[in-house]
Every structure is written in C-alpha cells, then in structure tokens.
Nanobody, 128 residues
Framework: QAQLVESGGGLVQAGGSLRLSCAASGFTFSNYAMGWFRQTPGQGRVYVAHISRGGGNTYYSDSVKGRFTISRDNANNMMYLQMNSLKPEDTAVYYC?????????????????????WGQGTQVTVSS
C-alpha cells in the first residue's frame, strides 16, 4: 500500500526557515517524479514545486522561486522542501504527492489531478 508521510512543519517567524520531509513507502519511489502542494482554508491545493525521478530537474511556482528548494534521496525514499525567507503568505498545509503522468509540462505538473499518491499534510504557520 502506497504511503506518503510529511513531517517538519511548525510555527516560524517571518524570515525564518523550515525543512519539510516526505517519507515514501509501498511503491517504487525512484519511478515517480514528485511534487509539493499547499492549501489554505477555503482554497484548493496550489502547486509549489516538482522534482524529476532522478532529481536532476526541479521546477517551482513563481511565488516560491528563489526561496524554496526541492530535493530527493532515492536511496532512502525521501523527498524534502527547504523553505527559506518565509513569509506569512506561505502559511498553509503542505502536501507531498507522487506524479502519475509522463512528461512534465507546467500544465501537468501544476495540476493536482496529475498526482496519484498524497500524504496527509503538515501545517506550516509563518507569523509576522
């Protein structure tokens, strides 16, 4: 049974940093590109970042580019999101997800329907 478990969320002041982790099990992690999404109350999940199966290609939404870094460790079935220079508007529940499509167009990787497996989410709160 495929499972994704996020951790590392918490409360941080604006300008601070957090590192989110995503532990994968029950499927061949290295066969899947992966992504991070976030969600605030009353809104749908919003694309944050995407990483290719081998980790050589990374993509970011404009809102986090230059501040967040996505990475993965296929040997240990882990994915990470390093978040620096955090802003109050980064406050959300963050989800990791396994990508189920071929190719990685912006339209596809930013669409939550392109992802097969999802974690339960971890809360990130940035205070001003």
């Amino acid at each position: 049974q495929a499972q994704l478990v996020e951790s590392g969320g918490g409360l941080v002041q604006a300008g601070g940093s957090l590192r989110l982790s995503c532990a994968a099990s029950g499927f061949t992690f290295s066969n899947y590109a992966m992504g991070w999404f976030r969600q605030t109350p009353g809104q749908g999940r919003v694309y944050v970042a995407h990483i290719s199966r081998g980790g050589g290609n990374t993509y970011y939404s404009d809102s986090v580019k230059g501040r967040f870094t996505i990475s993965r460790d296929n040997a240990n079935n882990m994915m990470y999101l390093q978040m620096n220079s955090l802003k109050p508007e980064d406050t959300a529940v963050y989800y990791c997800a396994a990508y189920a499509q071929y190719g990685s167009s912006l339209l596809s990787r930013s669409n939550q329907n392109s992802y097969r497996y999802w974690g339960q989410g971890t809360q990130v709160t940035v205070s001003s």
